[in-house]
Nanobody, 118 residues
Framework: QVQLVESGGGLVQAGGSLRLSCAASGRIFSSYAMGWFRQAPGKEREFLAAIIRGGGSTRYADSVKGRFTISRDNAKNTVYLQMDSLKPNDTAVYYC???????????WGQGTQVTVSS
């Protein structure tokens, strides 16, 4: 069992930055691939970024590539999402996830709201 708690969301103007954090507790954090997703009202949950357990490889959705950066600190059991050049359509609830296999079998946090004003 893994418990995930996101933080760092809030209200920011377009063009601004936020850094989200996701603190994990429970089983060995370093064993899990970690990911960030978001869900806007009326839309399906969208994959944003993932980082493998060792942190050496990352993957991004085209919608955020070049603007968002995922990283992890295994010593602190925390994964981060640095979000730059934010746009109003980045407004959503942001979730982190941890998995040993696929995202359909992941543990999820409760989400943190990000609102980008124009």
């Amino acid at each position: 069992q893994v418990q995930l708690v996101e933080s760092g969301g809030g209200l920011v103007q377009a063009g601004g930055s936020l850094r989200l954090s996701c603190a994990a507790s429970g089983r060995i954090f370093s064993s899990y691939a970690m990911g960030w997703f978001r869900q806007a009202p009326g839309k399906e949950r969208e994959f944003l970024a993932a980082i493998i357990r060792g942190g050496g490889s990352t993957r991004y959705a085209d919608s955020v590539k070049g603007r968002f950066t995922i990283s992890r600190d295994n010593a602190k059991n925390t994964v981060y999402l640095q979000m730059d050049s934010l746009k109003p359509n980045d407004t959503a609830v942001y979730y982190c996830a941890a998995t040993l296999s696929s995202w359909s079998r992941a543990y999820w946090g409760q989400g943190t709201q990000v609102t980008v004003s124009s």
